[in-house]
């Protein structure tokens, strides 16, 4: 299996940090691969970044609105038809800010606790599907908290318990503009920023779900916005404790 993650909301000023991804069968990220690169041709788009999409920036700029919302609907197809599952976890900035945790968790910020969390959505999909084989992880590359994300995950499959639990075979940080898969990631990373700040505003002034993330979740998707204790919990406890607080993760199906 191979799972791909992306990031969105870590630029300055963002309420939430967001960390998401799918998992593939090898197979099914190869037919994704060869999907999504026929879409992006079709709608003469070199690579596919979700919130140029958005706001008809860059490439996007020489789509109309309706050609953009044609490219979005086809590519969420190809996830839907590709992926086994999706995951998103989110932290706000403000929660992190309570954080009393010195060292790796302290200066790697939101970000880090978000990939922790993602890697243990994948062992709590592993376990309930008894699934028994390997996994590889593909994060993006270029990332400022890269370094510290990796010396984490070597951490981590470096026990020979969490190794066990990870399925690990491998990680790597790639070029989303060559990584298809990075892309989905990409994606969702941006549908569900979108949707923590949404449903944060009063209701009365609340708009409705973006169609896009309402169409993605038709995949089953495993989502968990952390809190201040959430975060605390993490430093104190670890991975395990995180493995441990998979069981109150909300599965959108």
């Known amino acids: 299996m191979q799972a791909y993650f992306d990031e969105s909301g870590t630029h300055h000023g963002s309420p939430v940090v967001c960390v998401a991804g ?15 690169a026929e879409a992006l041709r079709d709608f003469g788009i070199s690579h596919f970044h979700a919130v140029d999409c958005a706001h008809g920036k860059k490439e996007f700029s020489l789509l109309t609105k309706q050609r953009r919302t044609d490219l979005l609907v086809r590519l969420i197809g190809i996830i839907k038809r590709r992926a086994e599952f999706g995951v998103a976890v989110t932290v706000s900035e403000t929660d992190f800010g309570q954080l009393d945790a010195p060292g790796v968790w302290g200066a790697g910020g939101p970000y880090v606790i978000c990939a922790a969390q993602v890697l243990s959505a994948v062992v709590a999909w592993a376990d309930k599907f008894q699934y028994r084989g390997k996994i590889s992880y593909f994060f993006e590359r270029g990332h400022r908290h890269q370094e510290i994300t990796n010396r984490v995950i070597r951490q981590f499959s470096a026990s020979p318990n969490l190794e066990s639990a990870l399925r690990y075979w491998s990680h790597t940080f790639e070029q989303k503009k060559t990584i298809r898969p ?72």
């Open 22 to 36: 799918y998992l593939f069968s090898e197979q099914q990220a190869l037919h994704l691969d060869r999907e999504w």
């Open 182 to 253: 990075l892309q989905a990631a990409d994606l969702l990373a941006y549908e569900w920023t979108k949707e923590l700040i949404r449903i944060n505003v009063p209701q009365n002034t609340r708009r409705p779900m973006r169609r896009s993330l309402e169409s993605l979740l038709d995949l089953t998707h495993l989502q968990q916005h952390f809190k201040a204790e959430h975060i605390q919990m993490f430093a104190d406890g670890g991975f395990g404790a995180l493995v441990e607080h998979t069981s109150k993760f909300n599965i959108v199906e």
